[in-house]
Structures are given as structure tokens and as C-alpha cells.
């Protein structure tokens, strides 16, 4: 795994800050920001991205795993190439989410890169859940 920040691998890290992506630190949704975009290049259909559309409604109201819905989420991309998704996925990062990240949220991430904190960034946020007992 992959260190979030620093490249520098030999710093001592003080502790781990977590942050929702979704509606915390950004205004927009990245799954719905990368459905549209795929939607507009033609990568995904209209029976795909209604059944994305369904499939967020029943991950919000947790009527599913969230596991098996990210599972039946992603099928779209069967067959789209890796750089096809890459490209997808910076033109969405650089377009979309970068400039919809809140001020207050890049200063308390620089705050915490400053204490030599590990930055870990979440896409579950407070929708997610775990199946089972735990």
C-alpha cells in the first residue's frame, strides 16, 4: 500500500487522520462525477448508469452489502481498457473533484501532513457499514 502524501518513506509518523471524499472534504460525489463522465466519453450505456443510479440509492439506504453493490457497480468496465479508465479517472480527479475540495478541508490535511500524520482518505464516509456482527 501506498503512502498517501510523503514520499519520503523514511519519516516517523505520529498517527493516521482519516477523511471522507464524498461531501466532506469535496462539494461533489465521486462515483456520480465518474458515471457522467463515462457516460458523456460513451464508455457506459443508459441501462448501466440507471442501474448505477439504482445501485447508490440502495448502498444509501443500506439494503445491500456495500461490497456486493460495489461489485454489481463496477461490471461496466469489463472490457474498457486500463488507460481508457485512467484518463477517465484524472480528467474526473482534475475537473470535478480537485477544484470542488472545501478550503477548510485542504487546510486541515496540510495541518496534519505537517504533523507528520498519515493521510488516509475514504470513499465510504458515513454511509458505509460492515456486514455481520461487526
Not at 440509492?57 to 453493490?69: C, E, N, S, Y
Amino acid at each position: 500500500m501506498a503512502t498517501t502524501f510523503s514520499r519520503d518513506s523514511n519519516h516517523i509518523i505520529n498517527y493516521i487522520v482519516f477523511f471522507d471524499l464524498d461531501q466532506t472534504i469535496t462539494k461533489s460525489i465521486s462515483g456520480k462525477a465518474l458515471a457522467r463522465g463515462a457516460y458523456r466519453k460513451g464508455l457506459m450505456n443508459r441501462y448501466d448508469l440507471a442501474k448505477a443510479i439504482f445501485l447508490s440509492l440502495v448502498f444509501r439506504l443500506k439494503l445491500k452489502d456495500p461490497l456486493k453493490i460495489i461489485d454489481d457497480m463496477v461490471s461496466w468496465v469489463e472490457g474498457i481498457s486500463e488507460k481508457t479508465m485512467a484518463d477517465l479517472c484524472s480528467e474526473v480527479l482534475h475537473e470535478v473533484l480537485l477544484p470542488s475540495v472545501y478550503e477548510q478541508a485542504r487546510t486541515e490535511i496540510e495541518f496534519h501532513k505537517g504533523e507528520n500524520a498519515k493521510i488516509v482518505i475514504s470513499l465510504f464516509g458515513p454511509y458505509s457499514y460492515m456486514s455481520g456482527d461487526g
